[in-house]
């Protein structure tokens, strides 16, 4: 018995189901999200820690990298650091204008990471007559950034009025190898601990 021919039309219904699938084969997948599934997990971006290496940090927008620790921070946001800025720069002339306890007021909600902010922290302190706090913020400070001469001078300033003249030769001398003896935290500091008078600093 001989097969019956197919109408015209269900041969190429036939034909053209054959080529879908053929070229479906050959054709690139589509992403998970695009058919309703999971979406695949997105590329891990470096953290900003210590154990990031320098490359990583520099080729991540979120962090950048701090030469003086050799270390990978994560980048703070443009509105918090001016803000934080603003906060800084108004302690600073309320405690060099001697409204100490306004300073320290609005210091206080400054980022407590920032060592200028530490050090007219213990400035605010230190004149206000809390030598034992004073220090403490100097210390944090110089535990952040050991480099920051200013705040040694302000320690060591401390250390006179608390007549540590012995601590105060210390720092003197860490200003001299920081920034020789030419310098004007080490003047200052030089002539506090010659008189003994830590009032004008």
């Known amino acids: 018995m001989s097969a019956t021919p197919q109408p015209?039309?269900?041969m190429i219904a036939n034909l053209l189901v054959v080529s879908f699938f053929g070229a479906a084969l050959f054709m690139p997948q589509a992403p998970a999200r695009a058919l309703g599934g999971a979406a695949a997990p997105a590329p891990k971006t470096a953290a900003c820690s210590a154990k990031t290496t320098q490359n990583a940090?520099?080729?991540a927008s979120s962090c950048w990298w701090k030469?003086?620790?050799s270390q990978c921070r994560k980048k703070?946001?443009?509105s918090q650091?001016?803000?934080n800025n603003s906060l800084y720069n108004e302690g600073r002339l309320l405690a060099k204008s001697g409204a100490y306890g306004k300073a320290i007021a609005v210091l206080m909600t400054a980022d407590q990471k920032n060592p200028d902010v530490l050090n007219y922290l213990g400035f605010s302190h230190r004149k206000s007559g809390d030598l034992k706090t004073a220090i403490g913020y100097y210390k944090a400070a110089l535990k952040?950034?050991?480099n920051f001469v200013l705040a040694?001078?302000?320690l060591g300033e401390g250390y006179?009025?608390?007549g540590r003249i012995d601590l105060a030769k210390l720092e003197l001398k860490q200003i001299a190898r920081r920034c020789g003896k030419g310098c004007k935290e080490y003047v200052l500091l030089a002539m506090a601990i010659e008189t003994g008078d830590s009032s004008g600093y």
Do not use: G, L, Q, W
Request: hydrophobic content about 30%; overall charge positive.
């Open 8 to 10: 015209f039309s269900r």
């Open 160 to 162: 006179v009025k608390a």
């Open 57 to 59: 940090c520099k080729a």
């Open 81 to 83: 650091i001016e803000k």
């Open 76 to 78: 703070k946001n443009t």
């Open 144 to 146: 952040i950034d050991p």
């Open 152 to 154: 040694r001078s302000y």
């Open 67 to 69: 030469a003086s620790s």
